[in-house]
């Protein structure tokens, strides 16, 4: 099976600014929709971003010109660059891969199968 690592998180001052990336094994990750979720306490997981296996990328409106994914298929890795983080972007953050499909066609948690373990953003004001 598939295996993600997700990484990158920490604290930072709002404004500031945060590269998470995520480490593929076991699958060639460039052949389906990879994606980063993330959810905070008492909330449901939510779709943050996503980008297919054409490179076709897909976000959220609240984090759509601030957030940036991307996938680097040498290094079998998919980054999420976030810029003027903001106090509501604090939450768990997982890397997500759609095994089987090729196109992001949704960023519902119900789309994706395999998840990373989860890295931790906080934003203060």
């Known amino acids: 099976a598939v295996n993600l690592v997700d990484s990158g998180g920490g604290s930072v001052q709002a404004g500031g600014s945060l590269r998470l990336s995520c480490v593929v094994s076991?699958?060639?990750?460039?052949?389906?929709?990879m994606g980063w979720f993330r959810q905070a306490p008492g909330k449901e997981r939510e779709g943050v971003a996503a980008?297919?296996?054409?490179?076709?990328?897909t976000y959220a409106d609240s984090v759509k010109g601030r957030f940036t994914i991307s996938k680097d298929n040498a290094k079998k890795t998919l980054d999420l660059v976030m810029n003027s983080l903001k106090p509501e972007d604090t939450a768990q953050y997982y890397c997500?891969?759609?095994?089987?499909?090729?196109?992001?066609?949704?960023?519902?948690?119900?789309?994706?199968?395999?998840w990373g373990q989860g890295t931790q953003v906080t934003v203060s004001s």
């Open positions: 997500a891969a759609a095994l089987g499909r090729p196109r992001c066609s949704s960023l519902d948690r119900d789309f994706f199968a395999s």
């Open positions: 076991g699958d060639n990750y460039s052949e389906y929709c």
């Open positions: 980008i297919d296996s054409d490179g076709e990328e």
